[in-house]
């Protein structure tokens, strides 16, 4: 299972593994969309693996499942809601999205 994160988390420049009821995972989406930002989105509830993919991501995140959302930038792993609010208002966000080609401008 640690293959196949590996091989979605760097199918895009931005990855964002959620669940479709995750009101954080809506809020993370929403931001990169905010930004321009077109992320591979991946819900892991309404994948046959979800559960087993949940699991791998919750060891890289060293927390409990359900480790979402998990963003990945450049296919490394970015964290969750907090790290990636932390960064979007220390203004290193943008920046770090620029440098992985997923924002354009």
Not at 48 to 59: D, H, Q
């Amino acid at each position: 299972m640690a293959e196949r994160v590996s091989r979605l988390s760097t199918e895009k420049a931005a990855v964002i593994f959620t669940r479709s009821q995750c009101p954080m995972c809506h809020t993370v989406s929403s931001l990169f969309s905010e930004l321009g930002v077109c992320a591979a989105v991946h819900e892991l509830d309404r994948d046959p693996r979800g559960r087993e993919m949940e699991k791998e991501l919750a060891r890289h995140l060293g927390r409990a499942p359900p480790p979402v959302p998990a963003v990945f930038v450049g296919g490394n792993l970015i964290g969750s809601t907090d790290k990636v609010m932390a960064l979007h208002l220390a203004g290193k966000l943008v920046p770090m999205l620029k440098a992985a080609g997923a924002i354009w401008l």
